[in-house]
């Protein structure tokens, strides 16, 4: 029998929201994990927010919803606001009520902005680390450790003069400019967009860019981020992020035997890194770069035998590479390839909060593997 047409809608709906998401659906183990995460941040949500006035978007909403914006892709706040509008799956994530109104993009955007610079999306990488059942997935001995560029929010024809002497390309808003034979350096010239954003190039023979440097800190049993964070582009910035990572990591309760591993390729290969990560009882696991100069002569190594000859620094190498996995992630599916933020700091927590995002996604697997 042919059913009809019938566009009346009932009053009332009897289906909860709870039930209209799938028992096995991915998203439900990752709830439960992220809401574990954040309730060990309730203490430090009290502390930001005043006790007067009037009630502003829920921090666990906040990030809830900026996660959902990492795992589907999603490009702009905007676009996030109308999907958790009609999205019952969206909604029921964020934890919105089915009836209740979705807020602003600009609001959105202005309250999750003030909650990231408050140092949160680290406080919530730890927290999901801490978690007992996360612990276990992890190495408190062997990490690898890595770096990418990622573009700033920034055009070329924003780097100007420091002294004002540029002019902006006219006619129009956005005219044709001609940058040849212009000398342009971080010292002499800064962009007016985001003076955060550094000119740099990774190598010979390669476009400068406007960018900043992401780095990341990966554990080596599982390849889970356990630190994040973003600096200024410049030749020194990886070593230098790597030594602020090493320094931040806690036993968090487990005991360590002995020294740990760093691997990293051959750009980590200085003296005076080198020397400074077995200061801190780190041993060195580092491509060696035996890169040979225009006089034919092979650059010196500060990696001798007493590394290169033990087992563990082959298996270093081979793992090291699964860090480009989480660049690829963050970059390809969480839309990081370019900030859609302006200033180091907000673009340092939302990057931190993208490898967090990379973890939850990769930690149901690997539990359900471990429970199997």
């Given at each position: 029998m042919r059913g009809r047409d019938d566009r009346d809608e009932g009053l009332f709906s009897y289906v909860r929201l709870e039930e209209r998401v799938p028992a096995d659906h991915p998203l439900r183990a990752i709830r439960s994990l992220v809401d574990e995460a954040l309730a060990a941040l309730n203490g430090r949500f009290e502390a930001l927010y005043s006790q007067t006035g009037r009630p502003s978007i829920p921090p666990e909403h906040l990030l809830r919803a900026t996660l959902l914006q990492a795992f589907f892709s999603v490009r702009s706040e905007r676009l996030l606001m109308e999907q958790i509008d009609y999205n019952l799956l969206f909604r029921w994530f964020v934890g919105l009520p089915m009836d209740a109104e979705v807020w602003h993009p600009t609001v959105f955007t202005k309250n999750r902005d003030r909650l990231l610079e408050a140092d949160v999306a680290r406080e919530f990488l730890a927290a999901l680390l801490g978690l007992a059942r996360v612990r276990r997935l992890l190495s408190d001995e062997h990490f690898t450790v890595d770096g990418t560029l990622v573009d700033a929010w920034a055009s070329m024809k924003s780097f100007r003069p420091k002294d004002g002497s540029g002019e902006p390309p006219a006619p129009g808003r956005n005219g044709a400019q001609?940058?040849?034979?212009?000398?342009?350096?971080?010292?002499?010239?800064?962009?007016?967009?985001?003076?955060d954003a550094r000119l740099y190039r990774k190598g010979n023979g390669q476009s400068s860019r406007l960018c900043f440097m992401g780095h990341v800190l990966m554990e080596?049993?599982?390849?889970?981020?356990?630190?994040a964070t973003l600096t200024h582009a410049t030749g020194t910035?990886?070593?230098?992020?790597?030594?602020?990572?090493?320094?931040?990591?806690?036993?968090?309760?487990?005991?360590?035997?002995?020294?740990?591993?760093?691997?990293?390729?051959?750009?980590y290969d200085v003296t005076d890194f080198v020397g400074d990560l077995r200061q801190r009882k780190v041993t060195p696991h580092i491509a060696v770069n035996g890169a040979v100069s225009k006089l034919g002569k092979v650059r010196k190594t500060a990696i001798d035998r007493r590394t290169t000859r033990h087992p563990g620094y082959a298996v270093s190498q081979c793992i090291r590479?699964?860090?480009?996995?989480?660049?690829?992630?963050v970059k390809a599916q969480a839309g990081f390839d370019q900030v859609k933020v302006r200033g180091r700091k907000k673009a340092e927590a939302v990057f931190t909060f993208a490898t967090a995002a990379y973890n939850l996604i990769r930690i149901p697997r690997l539990l359900a593997e471990a429970a199997g």
């Open positions: 001609n940058f040849r034979r212009e000398k342009r350096s971080n010292a002499t010239h800064a962009s007016t967009t985001d003076p080596n049993r599982n390849g889970l981020v356990v630190d910035a990886e070593r230098e992020a790597t030594l602020t990572m090493l320094d931040r990591q806690k036993p968090g309760g487990r005991k360590r035997s002995g020294r740990i591993t760093l691997g990293a390729d051959k750009a590479k699964r860090v480009e996995e989480v660049f690829g992630w």
